[in-house]
């Protein structure tokens, strides 16, 4: 995929590589420290400076830091910072905030930003820039545990320290935090994407989206990760050289098998495909046998993600509007773009021969659920969720339905390939792959 230039002109991307070699000594970020047991480590000896990956998904760094497809949550998870980090063991680390505390009994918590925290260009991150890029946040679809809307529940007490009025009370740090839709990015006019904070910063002075470790940062560094989203057979970028993909594509994984240079690591499982709404086909539908036949990932049966159990008992936190009644020949609805939601509505309605799979684009097919008008539905639900309750509550406005009528039917999950030596990356805690 070519993306635009990220700054207009040479000379304005000159002055700002220069203002980071300048200002980096005095940033001087310092990464937490990589939890071993959510290490991934391909091979022995050093990784090569440059990594060039293909990723499934086009990449917009103006979405930034809100990424809809797999390239882009690897390339975003680089080089933007949520306020904290959770590792894929479940530990609260320090992110862009380096101390936080509650306040008025856990209805409000007050973080302190990290000493020397800056943009790309050097500038330094204040309390308000956080606030104001939760509130860009707010008109992207983004639940957060916070009272109402971004301008009255947050406050920039100085430029380091941020109060946070929650919605409820809150024992321990709300992990909702972490989630990378509420990663800190300022828009700046000119620049394709926004600014961000993490240690590795988008250059866009080469073709290919590329996160580099800025200059100067402290420690032996990471590599430079160029990534493409697949666009042919990733069969062909391995043949090409790529370094690494991360795909869930059979044919792709079996090839790897046989190529002694090349080495297959499975991520975690981190979908679980459910039918909303009670199933009209009669048994009910065998996960192993939709595993094994339906779909044309690495799939297992499914079955409901922990946090589903826990968020039971949050009670809804927002009201849902009545749900349209069905019509009774409503098909077995899925989104057109989503393979296994395809393979696995079409092997449902030929086991029920009175119905009929039928696919939707994005827009309607989230129209569809959110009036509830689908007698059936097929779709995604992540297997992590960093806040259950908020979880369950952006279900509850995304698919009217999902009031507990959900059957769970696979669980699928990628695997990252790999070309010669590869440290220094780590899963996060939904299980997207980060370097350090």
Do not use: N
Not at 99 to 110: F, H, I
Not at 132 to 150: H, N, Y
């Amino acid at each position: 995929m070519t993306v635009g230039r990220y700054l207009p002109t040479m000379a304005r991307r000159v002055a700002v590589v220069s203002a980071l070699v300048a200002l980096a000594a005095c940033r001087a970020p310092v990464a937490p420290p990589t939890p071993v047991a959510c290490a991934l480590s391909v091979g022995t000896g050093p990784t090569a400076d440059t990594l060039t990956m293909a990723v499934p998904g086009p990449i917009d760094p103006g979405a930034a830091p809100w990424a809809r497809t797999d390239a882009e949550r690897i390339l975003f998870r680089q080089l933007y910072e949520p306020l904290i980090e959770v590792a894929c063991d479940g530990a609260v680390r320090p992110g862009l905030a380096s101390a936080w505390r509650p306040s008025d009994g856990g209805r409000a918590w007050v973080f302190t930003l990290r000493a020397g925290a800056a943009f790309w260009d050097g500038v330094p991150v204040t309390a308000a820039d956080v606030r104001a890029a939760w509130r860009v946040q707010d008109t992207a679809g983004v639940l957060a545990p916070w009272a109402g809307e971004v301008a009255s529940a947050v406050a920039a007490v100085d430029d380091t320290t941020l109060v946070v009025r929650l919605d409820t009370a809150y024992a321990t740090v709300p992990r909702a935090f972490a989630d990378p839709g509420l990663a800190v990015a300022k828009h700046v006019a000119g620049l394709r994407a926004p600014l961000g904070t993490a240690s590795y910063w988008l250059d866009a002075a080469v073709r290919a989206p590329t996160a580099a470790p800025l200059p100067g940062r402290p420690g032996p560094g990471g590599p430079v990760l160029v990534l493409d989203h697949i666009d042919r057979d990733a069969r062909d970028a391995l043949d090409a050289g790529v370094d690494v993909v991360v795909t869930d594509d059979p044919a792709t994984i079996a090839y790897a098998a046989d190529r002694p240079d090349l080495t297959s690591l499975p991520l975690p499982w981190d979908r679980t495909y459910v039918l909303v709404r009670p199933w009209r086909g009669g048994a009910a539908p065998d996960g192993a046998a939709l595993a094994r036949d339906a779909v044309r990932v690495e799939a297992r049966a499914g079955g409901l993600p922990d946090w589903w159990a826990e968020a039971a008992r949050c009670g809804v936190r927002t009201a849902a509007a009545e749900p349209t009644p069905p019509s009774a020949d409503a098909p077995i609805a899925y989104a057109r773009d989503d393979l296994v939601a395809r393979g696995l509505a079409e092997r449902l309605a030929g086991v029920a021969s009175d119905r009929r799979a039928v696919g939707y684009g994005a827009a309607a097919f989230a129209a569809l659920l959110a009036s509830g008008g689908a007698a059936e539905a097929v779709l995604a639900l992540p297997r992590v969720a960093l806040d259950p309750c908020l979880a369950l509550r952006r279900l509850r406005i995304e698919a009217q339905a999902m009031t507990g009528d959900v059957l769970p039917l696979v669980d699928v999950r990628r695997r990252l390939i790999a070309r010669g030596p590869v440290s220094g990356v780590y899963l996060d805690w939904d299980g997207v792959p980060r370097w350090r």
